[in-house]
């Protein structure tokens, strides 16, 4: 048709192209249907038969491609479904079992991807063989490994970087990560694959007084909020460091000394008469009363907190619960002048033994 050598079994020329260079239209008013069948010689039954048309399978006013059944369908707006006859979005892809897309680009080194824009802003992700096969999410506007979170074939991912190092890589200019909790405390969990739920680590912002805290069955060391005071075993309290149970150094635990920091220094008074009203015990923690102190059972030497308060007030603290502690390094000084006000006294009386002593051999 327009040609007089025909290369097909129809061909069909023209010089214009209004509305198609070929037009099927349906002369019965009450049909939607104008379509085209394609049957191979192999096909008896008519099963293996593809139409394409407008309103095949009573699919009013919408393109369609099929064998048997609809397969694909362009909506009179544009909208594309593959195996769905009504897409709602721009397209969509259906299948009753496994559904995916394949996108693939010739070459190992090649770039395959889809991307997301509006007017003025997009986002692509590629699956980059030029760099081993990491699937990028980035900005649009080339490709800049910075601005991109990345995943390796192993599964690493990599924000900030194409090249993750760990299983998750953040790489910036002052990277920070925010893990926020819309109800509950938020928390992060550390576990060795086949662990017992009591050996899981956790850290977690506790929701009911803003304490950062390490747990494994239980606190097991406490942040406190606002102050930063720390307790291992135990809430801190009032404390700046707060430790539930014994422990040990090897290097030296120095209290701040210089004189710069120091105004009003006065020597210690009646050194002797304060030490002579102190007692010194030995005892055993009532550990029975106060599990969660956990008390050892071993005997200690020490003083009691509200006796020595009675005479050196300035040494004794009080906890958040009432209880009371003694700062022992603080009557060190206090030892310190009453030996050597001891010591003074011994070396008076040694004078006066010696003066006795040669007036008697002289006599």
């Not at 009753?96 to 802003?121: K, L, P, R, T």
């Not at 997009?122 to 990491?134: A, H, V």
């Not at 192993?154 to 090249?163: E, K």
């Given at each position: 048709m327009g040609t007089l050598e025909p290369a097909a079994r129809l061909h069909v020329s023209s010089p214009t192209s209004n509305f198609g260079m070929l037009r099927l239209e349906n002369s019965n008013t009450g049909s939607n249907e104008a379509s085209i069948g394609f049957k191979p010689g192999s096909d008896a039954t008519g099963l293996d038969t593809w139409v394409a048309g407008v309103g095949a399978w009573g699919e009013t006013d919408d393109f369609v491609i099929g064998k048997v059944a609809p397969k694909m369908v362009i909506t009179g707006d544009g909208r594309v479904g593959i195996g769905d006859t009504n897409p709602v979005n721009m397209l969509e892809?259906?299948?009753?079992?496994?559904?995916?897309?394949?996108?693939?680009?010739?070459?190992?080194?090649?770039?395959?991807?889809?991307?997301?824009?509006?007017?003025?802003?997009?986002?692509?992700?590629?699956?980059?063989?030029?760099?081993?096969?990491?699937?990028?999410?980035?900005?649009?506007?080339?490709?800049?490994?910075?601005?991109?979170?990345?995943?390796?074939?192993?599964?690493?991912?990599?924000?900030?970087?194409?090249?993750?190092?760990?299983?998750?890589?953040?790489?910036?200019?002052?990277?920070?990560?925010?893990?926020?909790?819309?109800?509950?405390?938020?928390?992060?969990n550390f576990k060795h694959t086949g662990d017992a739920s009591s050996d899981v680590w956790a850290i977690y912002k506790e929701d009911s007084n803003e304490d950062l805290r390490f747990f494994q069955g239980g606190d097991k060391v406490w942040i406190q909020?606002?102050?930063?005071?720390?307790?291992?075993?135990?809430?801190?309290?009032?404390?700046?460091?707060?430790?539930?149970?014994?422990?040990?150094?090897?290097?030296?635990?120095?209290?701040?000394?210089?004189?710069?920091?120091?105004?009003?220094?006065?020597?210690?008074?009646?050194?002797?008469?304060?030490?002579?009203?102190?007692?010194?015990?030995?005892?055993?923690?009532?550990?029975?009363?106060?599990?969660?102190?956990?008390?050892?059972?071993?005997?200690?030497?020490?003083?009691?907190a509200q006796e020595v308060e009675e005479v050196l007030p300035e040494v004794v603290v009080e906890g958040a619960e009432g209880e009371k502690a003694v700062a022992y390094t603080e009557i060190v000084p206090v030892l310190i002048e009453a030996i050597k006000a001891q010591q003074q006294e011994i070396e008076t009386l040694k004078q006066r033994i010696a003066g006795l002593e040669s007036q008697a051999s002289n006599q």
């Open positions: 892809v259906r299948r009753s079992s496994a559904c995916w897309v394949d996108i693939e680009a010739d070459g190992g080194e090649g770039v395959a991807g889809i991307g997301f824009s509006n007017d003025s802003q997009g986002w692509e992700i590629d699956l980059r063989g030029d760099m081993g096969d990491i699937l990028g999410f980035m900005h649009l506007g080339g490709f800049q490994p910075e601005a991109m979170l990345a995943i390796e074939p192993g599964g690493d991912i990599g924000i900030g970087t194409d090249a993750p190092e760990r299983k998750l890589h953040i790489r910036g200019n002052n990277p920070r990560v925010l893990i926020e909790s819309t109800s509950l405390g938020a928390e992060v909020g606002g102050t930063g005071n720390v307790g291992i075993g135990g809430s801190p309290g009032t404390n700046k460091l707060y430790i539930n149970g014994s422990g040990c150094y090897t290097g030296s635990w120095g209290g701040c000394s210089d004189l710069k920091f120091k105004r009003d220094i006065q020597d210690v008074s009646d050194a002797v008469s304060k030490v002579m009203a102190m007692r010194g015990v030995s005892f055993l923690w009532r550990s029975d009363e106060y599990e969660e102190k956990n008390f050892d059972s071993r005997r200690h030497f020490g003083v009691v």
